[in-house]
């Protein structure tokens, strides 16, 4: 167990690592351990070539069908189609090696976390060397300020603090001891005589022995599982690839069937493979990859306005789909900002409402508005609050100089201890001031504050008299009180009384506040002058301030909505327990007769099949290491769920990874998390997530809705040339109108659908099952009812004008005509799988309306324009022709705008998509 020295004495680590205190490790030591055991530096798996990785994205069934397709259209002379379907195919190519190179730099944003520079004692001699050649053994010198470089057990501490939310997600800084053994089942977080590489020292100092360097160390583990998840290709691309293959292997059948029938029934055998040819590569939808693409992009640059940054394309259908949304707490759900809640002073609770470093909020009392000045032992709680404070109120980075600030707007920050700057701002909220109290009092010396005290005190001089203001823990303070103070004076401190502020303190901690008393004496010159631990009896208790780190105010309505989007919200969080509950109780994640709440230590005590058993009532996960966040979210996904996870320290990297979709915060995010993820939320803000979620569904919409409109286009084509064939009537389409209608219809109106508006009840719908095939809910009976009525109509038409007239060129010219304009009807039935294009606007794409008049213009220039007529073998049409394609080709939308009109649907259908 040489591994967990957080179980061991300082001694005994220097005793393991054969090292000295004083003089550390001679430079031949040091050479001989870089030889044991490496750099201090992450390592990365042996690369697949860049050239390979490109290479491998043509290997794809679909781009081979494409690389097909590119010959046919060669070999027929088409050389803008194959030109078109070859771009089609690099640019798809190219987004995919890009996206797997940027994916890969998450490594390098790992190396990053370790400090470039350590100082370390050798020789005896403090000296500044590389990082990467520090050893296990070394005596590292710690100051505030430092990047730690490597893991270490403590040796000496002097009041030192450490920032480990990059590894914990701990809102507070940790105070460290070097005296204390902790057990082996202690988590990171509370393993407070351990330092660890990639964490900052934000106060104090103190000395360490090194016990890991590189890869066995905590940030090195989570190198080793960024590295070892496996890829997984998306629901989107899982079924676009299952599609690609049904749809080339039908087609190319139907086409063969076409050919043989017309060369049995006396066509001649050039014209039947020229026409087959021209209808596979019409029937096969080349531009879907393409489409699907576009509509992604288009999704992204959305996004982009909403502050949600997307870093890998189909990450944002599978938001659409998402079912769990896994939430780092700190800083995610909540503001990252101590903000105080509550002070209990002279038998009154005060609430203090406002959040964050903002100064903006008032004090409650009894739910009433309350003027603070009215009440002198609130004045005098919040006084003592900030002279026994070390914390420093800015405004945009420059320190507070003036009262004017008061209301400056925006860009306030604290310097220091995020507790103490949480009692700075609930002062400045009461007009209380350090530079104004000052004034009238003098700082004259200091007891800092220390773990094993508890406590922080400061003595100072006003009015010729001495006192001394304390702060700390309410049970450790109240024990060295006396008196208490009220409104008329100082009062006796009675064992009732006592017990009173005990049951305020116990009622705030039990809200998960973090709660600090504070007190006062006046002491003597003589007292003053000798400054001690001993100055710190017969107190006066003034008061308890309660404070927490808030959720942000635009969480829970955002948390609202994903659960009436059918999505649960699971929080995740080093913080403790009863913190995590609380805030999880007050955004309605957590309810205690539905939901449970788990440690990182029972959940060592379950192994994989117990965790997956119970996942789904769990939503509060406390104390947590990265190796339990990545075993919740792979235990989330083999019960079947599409897990989002959201995170912002280098902790959340491997599983952010793992997770089917990885969303890392922008502002507070590190670099680690930022390039393991998926989508990348500009603001920090949870809302952003679920403004995500609703593009992601509306895109998959838009991706059925184009799916349908091709697939019912192609297929009535298909259907044309083969239903034409079976009976025995000549080819209703030539070649080249094969491959015109392909262009004109499967082109821009198809890409306009791909930015339809959302309907406005996408969020009321369940996530979809995310194994349902891309034909479910009654697709597939859509595309082929409207197929066959594309291909009947046309070959109707064909069949009415060829034996009424006995033209086979304006026979083909109407059913080529015919085709087209079914298809362009078509493209608006498509916009919805619920609604008429009456009941959701006909005008509101208007994309589509622009594009359906292009391809319109495009199909009017081929039947009038004198050389395209010589091209395309079409005739002029008159306005009774128009008449019969029109109302045959356009009948159902002619049903629709009636039926709207007078027999408008009553019924909701926003149950539309829910999973049953």
Not at 108 to 116: E, F, G, K, N, Q
Not at 577 to 603: S, W, Y
Request: proline residues 3%; charged residues 20%; glycine residues 6%.
């Amino acid at each position: 167990m040489a591994d967990k020295w957080y179980t061991r004495t300082a001694q005994e680590a220097i005793e393991f690592w054969r090292t000295d205190p004083h003089d550390g490790l001679t430079s031949s030591e040091v050479k001989s351990r870089i030889a044991e055991f490496g750099y201090n530096e992450m390592v990365e798996k042996e690369k697949t070539p860049w050239w390979k990785r490109f290479f491998a994205q043509f290997q794809d069934f679909m781009v081979l069908v494409l690389l097909a397709a590119t010959l046919i259209s060669a070999f027929l002379g088409e050389y803008v189609d194959s030109a078109t379907i070859l771009a089609i195919v690099m640019i798809n190519a190219v987004l995919g090696f890009v996206q797997e190179h940027r994916a890969e730099k998450s490594m390098a944003a790992l190396r990053t976390m370790v400090a470039p520079v350590a100082h370390v004692i050798r020789n005896g001699i403090l000296q500044q060397v590389k990082a990467r050649e520090m050893v296990p053994g070394d005596i590292m010198a710690l100051e505030s300020g430092d990047r730690i470089a490597a893991d270490a057990r403590l040796i000496d501490v002097k009041n030192m603090e450490v920032d480990e939310a990059t590894l914990t997600g701990e809102s507070m800084p940790v105070r460290k001891n070097v005296d204390k053994e902790y057990k082996e089942t202690s988590s990171l977080g509370d393993r407070k005589n351990m330092v660890y590489a990639g964490t900052s020292i934000v106060k104090g100092r103190g000395k360490a022995v090194v016990c890991a360097t590189g890869m066995a160390t905590e940030v090195g583990h989570i190198a080793h599982m960024i590295q070892d998840v496996e890829h997984e290709s998306t629901p989107l691309e899982r079924r676009l690839e299952s599609l690609g293959r049904w749809l080339v292997w039908g087609c190319l059948l139907i086409c063969v069937v076409v050919v043989v029938a017309g060369v049995l029934k006396g066509e001649p055998l050039l014209l039947m493979c020229m026409a087959g040819i021209s209808l596979a590569v019409a029937a096969i939808p080349e531009g879907l990859p393409a489409i699907v693409t576009v509509a992604l992009a288009l999704g992204v640059q959305r996004m982009i306005k909403r502050n949600a940054i997307i870093r890998k394309l189909p990450a944002v259908e599978t938001l659409g789909c998402t079912t769990v949304i896994c939430s780092d707490k700190t800083g995610t759900l909540t503001q990252n900002a101590m903000t105080v809640k509550k002070i209990f002073t002279s038998g009154n609770i005060y609430e203090v409402t406002g959040t964050g470093y903002e100064i903006k909020g008032n004090f409650l009392l009894n739910k009433q508005d309350f003027d603070p000045t009215k009440d002198k032992c609130l004045l005098h709680c919040l006084e003592i609050g900030v002279l026994c404070n070390n914390s420093i109120l800015k405004h945009n980075n420059i320190g507070i100089t003036g009262l004017w600030r008061r209301d400056a707007k925006g860009g306030w920050s604290i310097e220091g201890d995020p507790t103490e700057g949480a009692i700075v701002i609930a002062a400045a909220k009461a007009n209380i001031w350090r530079l104004a109290a000052e004034k009238h009092q003098q700082r004259l010396a200091e007891i800092p504050f220390e773990s094993e005290r508890c406590r922080m005190s400061v003595i100072y001089e006003k009015n010729n008299r001495n006192v001394i203001y304390v702060k700390g823990a309410p049970d450790i303070i109240l024990d060295m009180c006396q008196h208490y103070s009220t409104n008329k004076g100082e009062v006796l401190l009675t064992s009732e009384k006592k017990a009173e502020i005990l049951t305020a303190n116990e009622n705030m901690t039990d809200q998960a506040l973090r709660v600090l008393a504070v007190a006062y004496r006046q002491l003597t010159k003589v007292e003053a002058s000798h400054v001690s631990e001993e100055l710190e009896k017969d107190l006066v208790f003034v008061g308890l301030i309660g404070m927490i780190d808030p959720p942000r105010q635009e969480v829970k309505p955002a948390i609202a909505l994903c659960r009436q989007a059918g999505i649960t919200t699971v929080m995740i969080t080093g913080d403790h327990r009863n913190t995590a509950v609380a805030i999880a109780k007050e955004l309605q994640i957590f309810k205690e007769d539905k939901n449970q709440a788990l440690t990182g230590t029972e959940l060592d005590e379950l192994d994989d099949t117990e965790l997956t058993a119970i996942i789904n009532h769990v939503t509060v996960y406390a104390r947590v290491s990265p190796a339990h966040k990545l075993r919740i979210v792979k235990a989330l996904k083999r019960k079947g769920h599409i897990v989002a996870m959201t995170g912002d320290g280098v902790n959340d990297a491997p599983a952010i990874k793992e997770a089917d979709i990885g969303i890392a915060m922008g502002t507070a995010g590190t670099d680690v998390t930022k390039e393991a993820a998926s989508m990348v939320l500009a603001d920090d803000n949870f809302a952003t997530i679920v403004a995500a979620v609703e593009e992601g569904r509306g895109i998959y919409d838009n991706i059925r809705k184009f799916i349908r409109y091709l697939l019912s286009c192609n297929l009535g084509e298909v259907l044309t040339m083969f239903i034409a064939t079976i009976a025995g009537l000549p080819l209703p389409l030539l070649p080249v109108q094969i491959l015109w209608v392909n262009l004109v219809t499967d082109g821009l109106p198809a890409m306009a659908l791909g930015v339809d508006p959302n309907n406005h009840d996408i969020m009321n719908r369940s996530p979809r099952n995310p194994k349902e095939s891309v034909f479910s809910r009654g697709l597939s009976h859509k595309i082929i009812t409207r197929g066959l009525q594309i291909g009947m109509s046309t070959v109707f038409v064909f069949a009415m004008v060829y034996f009424l007239k006995n033209d086979l060129a304006e026979a083909r010219t109407m059913a080529f005509c015919t085709l087209v304009f079914s298809q362009m009807f078509h493209v608006f039935d498509c916009r919805s799988e619920v609604y008429n294009v009456f009941e959701i606007g006909i005008f509101k794409n208007q994309y589509l309306i622009l594009a359906t008049f292009c391809s319109l213009l495009m199909q009017l220039l081929v039947i009038y324009h004198p050389f395209m007529q010589g091209v395309f073998a079409t005739v002029p049409l008159g306005v009774e022709d128009w008449i019969v394609i029109l109302v045959v080709s356009g009948w159902t939308f002619i049903i629709s705008a009636v039926r709207h009109l007078f027999f408008r649907r009553r019924v909701s259908r926003s149950a539309f998509g829910r999973v049953h």
